[in-house]
């Protein structure tokens, strides 16, 4: 039973791997493909050679009926001979033959029997072209031959059970042929198996896993044992899979510098947004707050509930003369200079976002947070600006630092951090042009003036565009009173407020930087007037003032020269008044812009002498030709000793240097007089004539000036 059992168990194993392997065969595309055709191809075959065996065996099998007819025939006749033949004898013929009619003629006699014959066929042609009765009968003739006894044979034989020979020798060749096509077929599919399938699916399995497992290509290495094209595939896969695991090292390599480059990139872009942060939110000179970080403290800290309810201000400081001290000392020191004012003013908050550089040489800060009397708040603020006016020791210098500051109340000039900067920064402006109070604080009469300011500011505008600017021409005079030329002055009659002062709306236009255009068309008004006037005989020149921003201007002197040289007026005609605050606020640029007006042979005057801070030692570097005293120096002669000293020592000053002297606002003949005894070149004020339209009228009015 044993054994049985094992046999039993062997044969169920076996017809599990046929039917596994049969099942993988008709599973593999190719395999069936290949035993379709293989099959078809073998029947093809099997039917191209059951063609012509099945005429042959049907030849085969008429020519079988018709020789046992014909012996039969030629038995009969042979029984025959020498006896007659009786129709009885022939009917015994046809029953013992596969004959049902027979007919034998001789010398024109004729013995016939059974069924009719109509159309004779040869015996001895091919029978199964011959033609046949419905009932499956051949009709045959044999000519007289010996054999026959010279008996011509007609006969009608019966062929009706070749038709289903032929049936099953069809199905007999066709059982066979399939048997032969499946035997072929199984052979063919083991040997392919064998051959193609199996190492093919194993290299299909293979190269499958390899893909999905790409990380470890040398995992599916096979020596390649086959030396046939399948071991060839084998030989190229494996040096693909060698390739793939240089490629796969390579670009693990390239993986961690890329994973290093990315690491270090995302700690530089940190770094750098960090950077950026910090520029957005701080001033990189001082370390303090910017504008922005300000505000934005300040609201959070206003719209807090628990801030406080003690008096809170913004205190907004700015440095005097800054602009001075950075065209004397140089910016390096000036930028140590505000790095101290910043700490100083640092010290007074501990939030480093209430306390900013809100540009140039300007602070905000927020004093109070724990305040309760307004008097607390200027105890503090008083505090914070003599902090900053202390001297400044900078490499073994010291630098003196006057500070204007203007404030705003919580709550009293604002509610919000915008509003109370904006007004902290009118009163410190307000501040800077008083020459007394340098703490301003908001109040209603300034809102007033701001309003006041951009309605002019406006109109300033439209004046410029509807050109309602004039010059004016006051005289100058040497000490003789003789006319030596002309100061353009600009004047301004508003529409509805009638003649405005330059001294409001210059430095209005110089704020906003209307200074550029107003300034190109009066020394284009002033170059035309020249030309009018050398048409009429003045030889004499004409003064223009120059602000700071055209001084800067890298054009200005190229469109000055533009402009001489269409109208044709000479350059030793048009004098520029420079003032020494212009002059300082960056020196660099001013010399530059000064010898371009030294090439074009302009005459330079400075304006407004000793009100700023210029130095001798850039004043003597200067192309001047002319220094003007300020009427602020010659309202007090003669009768002022200080003003007699300083005026006089500018004029031994300037005359040392090199340069003529004029004063302006003279309108006594007391000054005058003193003016001329000390030296003074030339004379202009009202004394000498008051600014008008007209200005120089012809060679006579020379003469009588």
Request: aromatic fraction near 6%.
């Amino acid at each position: 039973m044993v054994n049985g059992e094992l046999g039993s168990e062997e044969q169920s194993l076996a017809r599990r791997s046929f039917r596994e392997w049969a099942r993988q065969l008709m599973d593999c595309r190719l395999c069936r493909n290949l035993t379709l055709a293989a099959f078809t191809a073998i029947l093809a075959i099997e039917v191209a050679i059951l063609i012509p065996s099945y005429r042959n065996y049907e030849e085969d099998l008429l020519n079988d009926r018709v020789d046992i007819a014909s012996q039969a025939i030629i038995t009969f006749i042979n029984h025959s001979r020498g006896r007659d033949i009786t129709g009885a004898a022939l009917e015994a013929l046809i029953t013992s033959s596969p004959l049902v009619g027979v007919s034998l003629s001789r010398a024109g006699t004729e013995y016939r029997a059974g069924e009719t014959i109509t159309t004779p066929h040869p015996a001895n042609g091919l029978l199964r072209s011959a033609p046949r009765t419905p009932q499956e009968m051949i009709d045959l003739s044999w000519a007289a031959e010996p054999v026959l006894s010279d008996y011509e044979v007609l006969a009608r034989v019966d062929v009706s059970d070749v038709p289903s020979e032929l049936v099953a020798f069809v199905f007999r060749i066709l059982g066979l042929s399939l048997l032969i096509a499946v035997f072929v077929t199984a052979v063919t599919m083991f040997v392919v198996d064998r051959m193609m399938l199996s190492p093919l699916l194993r290299l299909r399995d293979r190269i499958s896993r390899a893909g999905e497992d790409a990380e470890h290509p040398l995992k599916y290495l096979t020596p390649a044992g086959r030396c046939d094209e399948f071991g060839d595939v084998e030989g190229v896969f494996n040096s693909m899979l060698k390739q793939n695991a240089a490629y796969l090292s390579r670009l693990k390599l390239l993986n961690r510098e890329l994973d290093q480059l990315l690491a270090e990139r995302t700690r530089t872009l940190r770094r750098t947004e960090q950077e950026l942060e910090i520029r957005t939110l701080y001033d990189q000179l001082t370390g303090l707050a910017n504008r922005s970080l300000f505000e934005e403290q300040l609201d959070r800290h206003f719209s807090d509930p628990d801030h406080g309810g003690g008096e809170e201000a913004v205190l907004v400081l700015g440095l005097n003369d800054f602009q001075a001290l950075n065209g004397l000392a140089g910016h390096e020191i000036g930028d140590r200079v505000l790095q101290e004012i910043a700490r100083r003013i640092a010290g007074f908050s501990a939030n480093h976002g209430r306390v900013a550089r809100l540009g140039g040489d300007v602070f905000g800060l927020l004093v109070g947070e724990r305040a309760r009397t307004s008097v607390d708040i200027e105890v503090r603020i008083s505090a914070v600006i003599e902090a900053c006016q202390r001297p400044v020791q900078v490499d073994r210098k010291t630098f003196e630092c006057e500070v204007s500051a203007g404030v705003a109340v919580s709550g009293l000039d604002g509610q919000d951090a915008r509003t109370l900067l904006s007004h902290a920064e009118i009163a410190m402006h307000r501040a800077k042009k008083s020459p007394s109070q340098r703490v301003q604080f908001f109040a209603s009469e300034l809102g007033d003036q701001v309003l006041h300011r951009q309605e002019l500011i406006h109109s300033l505008k439209a004046a410029i565009e509807n050109r309602q600017l004039q010059l004016y021409f006051q005289p100058q005079c040497d000490r003789l009173r003789r006319n030596t030329g002309y100061e353009a002055l600009l004047r301004w009659h508003h529409p509805t407020l009638g003649p405005v002062s330059p001294a409001e709306f210059i430095p209005l236009a110089e704020e906003t930087g209307l200074i550029v255009k107003i300034g190109d068309w009066v020394l284009e008004q002033a170059v035309a007037t020249l030309k009018g006037w050398s048409e009429k005989g003045f030889t004499g020149r004409m003064a223009v003032n120059v602000s700071a921003l055209q001084l800067h201007d890298p054009g200005f002197a190229d469109r000055i020269a533009v402009s001489l040289r269409d109208k044709g007026v000479s350059a030793r005609q048009l004098e520029l008044e420079i003032t020494e605050t212009a002059l300082m606020q960056d020196i660099e640029l001013a010399m530059a812009t000064l010898n371009r007006f030294r090439e074009l042979d302009l005459t330079l005057a400075v304006d407004d002498f000793g009100t700023g801070y210029s130095s001798l030692a850039y004043l003597k570097a200067l192309p001047v030709s002319r220094i003007k005293i300020d009427r602020t120096f010659v309202t007090g002669l003669p009768d002022n000793e200080q003003d007699e000293a300083l005026c006089r020592t500018i004029i031994n000053m300037a005359h040392t240097m090199g340069c003529e002297v004029i004063a302006e606002g003279v309108e006594t003949e007391a000054q005058a007089s003193w003016l001329a005894l000390a030296g003074c070149d030339e004379l202009q004020g009202y004394l000498l004539g008051k600014p008008g339209l007209q200005g120089f009228q012809g060679t006579a009015d020379a003469d009588d000036s």
